[in-house]
C-alpha cells in the first residue's frame, strides 16, 4: 500500500523568506562594498564583492605571515602558501 504526502506551502511564506534572505545578505554586505568602492578607486578599475573578498583574503593572508615576530619556520610557511594561493585566485580572477 503506497502512502503518498501532500506538503503544501504557500507562496506567501516563500516570498517573505526570500526578501528576507535578501535583506539580510544585503546588510551583511554592506562593509564589503565599502571596501569593494576603495578598492575600486585605489586600482582605478571596477571590483565585485567576489574581487573584493580575494583581496582582502590576499592581505589578510600576507599580515597574518608577517606580523607574528616569533612565529615558527612551519608556521610561517604555510601562512606563505596561502598567501601564495591567495594571490594566484586573485589574478584569477583579474584583478
Not at 564589503?32 to 575600486?40: D, K, L, Q
Not at 573578498?53 to 601562512?79: D, H, I, K, N, S
Request: net charge positive.
Amino acid at each position: 500500500m503506497e502512502k503518498n504526502m501532500v506538503l503544501e506551502t504557500s507562496f506567501s511564506d516563500n516570498k517573505f523568506t526570500t526578501e528576507t534572505m535578501k535583506y539580510i545578505i544585503n546588510k551583511v554586505n554592506a562593509p564589503m562594498r565599502i571596501v569593494c568602492r576603495y578598492y575600486s578607486h585605489v586600482l582605478e578599475k571596477e571590483v565585485s564583492i567576489r574581487q573584493g573578498w580575494l583581496l582582502t583574503e590576499a592581505q589578510t593572508a600576507f599580515l597574518a605571515g608577517v606580523l607574528p615576530m616569533e612565529m615558527p619556520f612551519a608556521a610561517r610557511a604555510l601562512m606563505f602558501a596561502w598567501f601564495v594561493v591567495a594571490v594566484k585566485k586573485c589574478r584569477k580572477s583579474g584583478i
